[in-house]
């Protein structure tokens, strides 16, 4: 859900980092957050447990001047991957505008990279939405270790519809293909919004 | 997008500001906020100087999500009002229709039970205006939405 403020010549939009415990999706914002310029963010929130896992949401907004002078600030949400905190995802994901999917690229998570893909799909739903409404991409992360799946295995399994989406290739810890993501996510809700009200 | 996009003009937004200003006045509160349940914040009134608004807004719009379900598990509607006391500032989050929420802080300045009533009252004019901005048809609406050609966002050095 997007709002455009003509008073205060602000775009607003809403962004959640999806995908299985433990892919990468608080490492993706800590990283963003990290290297961008002070100007341009805000302070990045984490709701997270004693051990660092997600408990409800990182949250952090970034902000731009786009063309025609609007500023457009992008709110960057990630949710909570482990499977039991799925009502949780549920009620992050209320007005997004755009997704990154985050895929643990180990052989050994591909199930749950699966299974977390079905369930964005199924949360979507219940706000009417689905994979073919909301503009995202897919960023395969974690390429640096050693038992990864080939790219073509992974768009494969998991980019197969009929629309087949951007994906990028990314290391989050060393940043590594994040920025290509965030940019390629925020074009692709900037060009949806244009195409609704431009 | 998922169809709820809405667009506020300036009429809306001096509607929601002098309801806001208003709703301070009376309540005595030290400032107060209009969020979208989906955690942007629309409005914002009072001494926010030193409040990082945008988090806060987007902390209450989980806070009162997160208690939409307890709510369901209770079977309960939902529960309309969230209030924290603190030892020197306090918070009040209540509905405004069905897609926004007021967050106001306040201290001991004023009491609760004043917060409270006025906010219900300002919510019920709130919700009106802001129900406007989201029911507006925007099929002939032309926003000044812009591409860049090049990146959005740059990787700078880490602490810039």
């Known amino acids: 859900m997007a709002s455009i403020n003509y008073a205060q010549r602000q775009i607003s939009c809403k962004i959640v980092y999806y995908g299985c415990a433990m892919c990468g999706k608080t490492t993706n914002l800590q990283f963003i957050h990290d290297h961008i310029p002070a100007r341009d963010k805000g302070n990045l929130v984490s709701l997270a447990t004693e051990t660092d896992r997600t408990l409800f949401f990182d949250f952090l907004p970034l902000e731009v001047e786009t063309i025609g002078g609007f500023t457009t600030k992008f709110q960057l949400y990630t949710v909570p991957g482990q499977v039991f905190y799925n009502a949780t995802r549920k009620l992050v994901l209320r007005g997004v505008d755009g997704v990154v999917f ?97 | 997008m998922n169809g709820d996009d809405f667009v506020l003009y300036e009429e809306d937004v001096e509607g929601i500001q002098q309801e806001l200003a208003r709703f301070l006045s009376e309540a005595q509160a030290n400032c107060a906020l209009l969020v979208h349940r989906s955690g942007q914040l629309v409005a914002q009134s009072g001494f926010t100087r030193r409040l990082d608004t945008t988090s806060l807004a987007a902390l209450a719009a989980g806070a009162f999500a997160s208690t939409e379900e307890i709510a369901r598990l209770l079977g309960e509607p939902e529960f309309n009002v969230l209030f924290h006391e603190g030892t020197n500032a306090n918070i009040h989050l209540c509905l405004v229709g069905e897609q926004a929420i007021m967050v106001t802080i306040f201290d001991q300045r004023t009491t609760l039970g004043l917060v409270r009533l006025c906010a219900a009252e300002t919510g019920q004019r709130l919700h009106q205006v802001f129900a406007r901005a989201l029911q507006r048809d925007l099929s002939s609406e032309r926003a000044v939405v812009g591409l860049p050609t090049g990146d959005l966002f740059r990787q700078s050095a880490r602490g810039v």
């Not at chain 1, 977390?116 to 799909?121: G, M, V």
């Not at chain 1, 395969?140 to 087949?164: G, M, S, V």
Request: net charge negative.
């Open chain 1, 102 to 198: 985050v895929v643990d690229s180990q052989w050994e998570r591909m199930k749950d990279n699966v299974e977390s893909l079905r369930n964005l799909d199924e949360n979507l739903a219940e706000y009417g939405l689905g994979l073919d409404a909301v503009p995202y991409v897919l960023q395969y992360n974690k390429r640096d270790l050693l038992n990864t799946a080939p790219p073509e295995y992974i768009e494969f399994l998991l980019n197969n519809r009929e629309q087949r989406q951007l994906s990028f290739q990314s290391v989050a810890t060393t940043g590594g293909g994040v920025f290509d993501t965030l940019n390629a996510v925020c074009k692709l809700v900037l060009k949806r919004l244009q195409e609704k009200h431009g």
